[in-house]
């Protein structure tokens, strides 16, 4: 009797507990589901054939990126470098055959040899040097990044044709990241299912002195395991350089962390010991189905970072709770946990195709809209020159009734054109983009001429593709002024140093053209230092407060934009203005007040505003199949302390 007792409990709590532990043994999978769900609800563009395949394009790199890093933190390890090892190894590839003539086929062994290398050394570090694997692969994160720029002088190299490929379709419709996702999942999935190495990850991550006594040489399998992190990593690296059709030195920034947040989202421990190649995937298809949908709902760029973070909480919570909840006891009817596991995906499946259905039904593959629907992708918002931009843009789009998307690529050209690729698969009336760099651009302005949809080109140029209007002011031409006004003020004679922008950027690039060839008419200027600031204020700061080290004598700066030229006067101090004379560039608010201080010489202006406010005219008669002229140019002026008061920007 105290037996039926009990199994009645269990059948009258039996159904609870089950769905209780499907649910929180496949969380990631659930999410997913929830995620697909909400958005097709929210968004009729979301659930059609072309926004999906172009989700799992962007899934691809950061797929590939965690499969690696899955493989060690399955081992209790971490790895921070795998972001600059891909821009390093697709550097190498394109330097390796566009430069030195190596055959195409050894240039991929080459780069994928880097990726072999850069792990190595990491196991190295951490299996016989002791180092922690956070030191170790931070460490290596810089020397990867260094190197990449030290190869590329800092410039994009063009990619092979024949590798660039990769970044195309078969037959017309499926992605070849997407299949080169999958092929690496699958190697993923059967070396840490099916091989001994794989085994020992679990070993090594579960307990790595068990492992040691009894028998596992752990440390030569710490050098297999971030090896193969490498090799991951460089084949993410080649498959990003191919989707831009370039190797940019600054590819993958930052990509290191959405790989490890791939891996936690997944279901794997960051302790270590659990985890697997499916949890991965579905894991970086989350974050991509999130970067996706939020951006087709026209959330805030910034708000998209605060949603992100709050979902790789609640990835790790849910890690922390699964792992109180201890062992799984095995469901009757599932033939135990592959047979769950199974039950599971097929349950998704059905789901899926059943919110398919339903979204195609209410909302026919399309979104209505009485206003004409535009995309504004900005290559950052952490710039008060972009802000300025957009507030011009915002302003005339709501003037002229409008519904205009803006995003932000946050400096990284394949970020942007994952934005770029959703204005094109959401059918947006024309897109406005402000490239991160004019070479990565390209194909996926090439994508959007051929579904018809306008592109207007703002600030920087788009190469290797057709735009209908460049609305720019040049930026050469202002880096010659720049020069002209510093070697002026200081009459002809004097010492100066250069603060440059972001390495790999086209403004960058332009702006210190403009500035060598305006120095050039004047032989008794000369350059102590020039250095990179990256465009930000405070390494404008740190940057100049070096070279005042070795320069106390420089009696002039040139700085590619106004940030970086604020920070130089902070580092200056009293000298800004006095012994030391600053010119900067954008003519930002911050940059006029110093102006009007009189710590800043001159500004170069570009009246930002006026470059969003014509490029949005200019994509609505585009639109409207209006005449549009090739390039339409915003001059720029230099402003003193002479013309600031009616300068307005």
Known sequence: MATDTLKGRAGASGAPGALRRLLLDNGALTALIVLVVALSALSGDFLTTDNLLNI????????????????????????????????LSATMLAWSATQHGVPVALAVLVAVATGVVAGLVNGFLIAYGKL?????????????????????????????????HLGDTLGGWLPVPVLVMVVMGLIAAVVLGRTYIGRSM????????????????????????YALSGVFAAVAGVVLAARLSS?????????????????????????????????????????AVLRNGLNLLSVSAFWQ???????????????????????????????????????????????TVAVVGATSFL??????????????????????????????????????????????????????????????????????VNPVDSDAAGNSVTAADRARIPVIAVDRGVNKASVDTLVASDNVAGGELAAKTIAEKLGGQGKIVILQGQAGTSAARERAAGFARGLKDYPGIRVLAQQPADFDRTKGLDVMSN?????????????????????????????????????GFDGTPDGLTAVKDGTLYASVAQQPTQLGKIAVDNALKAVKGEKVEPTVKVPVKVVTKDNVAGFTG
């Open 56 to 87: 799992g394009v962007q899934a691809a790199v950061t797929a590939i990126l965690a499969f690696g890093v899955t493989f060690v933190i399955v081992s209790a390890g971490i790895d921070l470098s795998v972001g600059s090892v891909a821009a």
């Open 363 to 432: 909302h026919g593959g399309s979104s209505s809209s009485t206003n004409p629907r535009m995309g504004l992708s900005l290559s950052t918002l952490n710039n008060p020159f972009f802000v300025q931009i957009r507030a011009g843009a915002q302003a005339e789009a709501k003037r002229l009734g409008v519904d205009l998307t803006v995003t932000d690529a946050q400096n990284d050209a394949s970020q942007q054109a994952n934005q770029l690729q959703n204005f094109t698969s959401s059918h947006v009336g024309a897109i406005i």
């Open 132 to 164: 922690p694997p956070f030191i170790a692969t931070l460490a290596m994160l810089s020397v990867g990044r260094g190197l990449a720029l030290v190869i590329s002088q800092g410039s994009p190299i063009a990619f092979p044709d024949s590798v660039s």
């Open 547 to 583: 070279l005042l080290q070795a320069h106390p004598d420089v009696q002039g700066v040139i700085a590619a934009n106004d940030e970086m030229a604020l920070g130089a006067i902070k580092a200056l101090g009293s000298k800004a203005g006095k012994s030391v004379q600053v010119v």
């Open 305 to 351: 970072q605060v949603v992100i973070g709050v979902v790789i909480a609640l990835a790790v919570l849910l890690d922390t709770v699964r792992r109180k909840a201890g062992a799984t006891p095995v469901a009757a009817g599932t033939g135990g946990p592959k047979g769950r596991q199974a039950v599971t995906y097929a349950l998704a499946a059905v789901v």
């Open 202 to 225: 679990y070993a090594i991550g579960g307990n790595e002195e068990a492992a040691r006594l009894s028998g596992l040489r752990v440390r030569r399998q710490k050098l297999a395991i």
């Open 247 to 287: 190797a940019q030195p600054q590819a993958a920034d930052g990509y290191e962390l959405d790989a490890i947040a791939a891996v936690v989202i997944g279901g794997a421990s960051l302790a270590g010991g659990t985890g697997k190649a499916s949890g991965t995937l579905i894991g970086a298809l989350i974050l």
